[in-house]
């Protein structure tokens, strides 16, 4: 395998040392030692990363695209993490902007094994959007949690997720939670028929997400939450790939403020396995823009290589009244997650709100479409 | 446990604003839902984030110090993270500057097994400063790289780490690495008494990397380097409390430009179980200060709840002249690594030029420290 992966920088420098920069770039993402004294012709024909395209975008930023070879990732993600940006991170003014994967590298790396389609399926949904929620507030006890789990099913979202501060906590242990709220859940949809699925989320280093799948399989959950940003990335690329039946939902926490662009994460959690990439969507609490959204939903949607749909899920601080604008603009591929909006209903209105958010979606009109 | 850890952010906010964001960030990285929306008396008044303090640094700067629940993170380093920063890391213009844990919560991180004392008892040396180089480059086969680590340990530096970007690569399979590598080094011991150590690189997901370890162990191998940014915080946090008669140094790949302050890095590495901390040098490839050089050489080795010292370990196109200058500023309890530089080298000079790196740290006058 000698092709190369494509990998963009954006650059801050002055115009007369750019060329060095990017040069200095290729050699960090690539052999990381002074490439004159390389005497090996293979490796500074094959190895040694190139500078294809440099071009000013003005005050003082540069785009950069370096070729790497493809034949260092092997099929590990972390380690292609490690070539794209690794080193280079830790220079403030470089920024990941995006990738582009040779065709035998992308066929390594097996994307989503559910998708939104198995997210459908989950749900008995067949063409709409789909509905999250998540357990809050950090510090309650599985029974608490199991009771507000009870009030979302009953309500009929699609998907019930745990906070992502849920973790192995004295007050909340993994496996009392999962079972109180997958308890819980069933309890509701015995008594209204609600197909709601609970989303526990893993924590800690594979080992011991493994033996946290045994009580999600004990549980019949089929649908889990990981970060991969803390998680690690082949933490989650071996998730998926040792539980092919099983859906994940990729958390964005720890995945910093733009110096992986959100685009280049989009497509990350797509090649690990992420069945649906939850993201800060714009004019909520993270200051993102309309554009960079659309264009993380396209990243976790267009074709690449056969990969499966990551359903693009927006989140944080979104609010129910927000639904059609939301849906008119990601259309139906889209999975919508509502938290804390949902948790400030009156006492004893949980199920109710969270109804008229589930029928919202349900019953959008992307005719009207904007 | 009720105690507090407190986090300290750098916040970019218009004046009227930061009080504003400070609530927010406290909010975010605790209960993550609306205040007003929780009616647990409890969880108001021990998990809710509290803002402490806020400071006017200028410049549309603030210094925010925030306390969060110690008992939100459990014990394990990838939940630590989680809580300490998190979503918040999402926002551009919020730093994670530093922390402090309360003693409960700090007595749940071991910190490293080994620590400097036990790099300095593997190298069979008493009170200097430690010497590592780097296998490179990055294509090379298990053969070629052995041959250099045979060089190197001819030359008698004490450790000979992989390059952090060799992993499991067809061209190099981490086992015929490590078994050719380990190899060499044996043989360059037998013929000169050299106490060099090989130190492999570990890649992938905690259930890999435990398969890496049984070949490591079965070489005799007692360090390894793993890089936290990319395995995931809980990982190598996992591998120390599994191996904890190995050492580990810390790769600082994926660390990032600064998003989370190196000093603040430098405590996380050391929370987790690394034995030496790599990070890049002043005046060398990567634009950091002397003084944040220093302070996270203090952060690696100050008292902290009985922690072992976590070796500082400057790197990144250091070169053999700048010994004395580095070991002037660092001091004794310092490990410097010299890899590109060394490598150099005129074809059959690698082994004679790493002899005189090494007896140059060995016979650094200190009393000369300026």
Known sequence: MNSRMTVFYRVRAKAGEIEERARGIAV????????????????????????????????????????????????????????LYGNSSIHEDVVLSD?????????????PRQGLEGLRRRA??????????????????????????????RGGVDFVKDDHSLAEQAY???????????KAVRRAASLTGSAT????????????????????RAEGISVVMVAPAIAGFSTVQGLSRAHPDIAFLGHPTMTGGGRISPVAMARLFRLIGADAFIFTNYGGRFGISRETCGAMAS???DPWGGKLISAPTPAGGMTPERVPELLN??????????????????????????????????????????
Chains 1, 2 share one sequence.
């Open 28 to 83: 960090e993402q690539s052999v990381e030692m002074p490439v004159e004294a390389i005497r090996d012709k293979a490796i500074l024909a094959e190895v040694v990363g190139e500078v294809r395209r440099i071009e000013d975008r003005g005050e003082g930023w540069f785009d950069v695209e370096i070729a790497l070879a493809a034949k260092t990732v092997g099929d590990d993600a972390g380690q292609l993490l490690n070539m």
């Open 299 to 301: 990243a976790a949607r």
């Open 124 to 153: 008995g949904a067949k063409r709409r959007a789909l509905t999250c929620t998540a357990l809050k507030p950090q510090g309650s006890s599985p029974e608490t949690l199991g009771e507000i789990a009870f009030e979302f099913a």
């Open 99 to 111: 990738f582009r994967l040779p065709d035998d590298l992308l066929a390594k790396f097996e994307g």
């Open 329 to 370: 603009f990601y259309g139906p591929d889209t999975m919508l997650l509502v938290g804390g909006a949902l948790l400030k209903a009156a006492p004893g209105r949980l199920a109710e709100e969270t109804a008229s958010f589930a029928r919202a979606v349900a019953d959008h009109d992307y005719g009207a479409r904007a």
């Open 172 to 182: 909340s242990p993994f496996a009392e939670r999962v079972r109180a709220c997958a």
């Open 197 to 216: 699925q609970y989303v526990p989320n893993l924590s800690g280093h594979f080992g011991q997400m493994q033996r946290q799948m045994e009580i999600v």
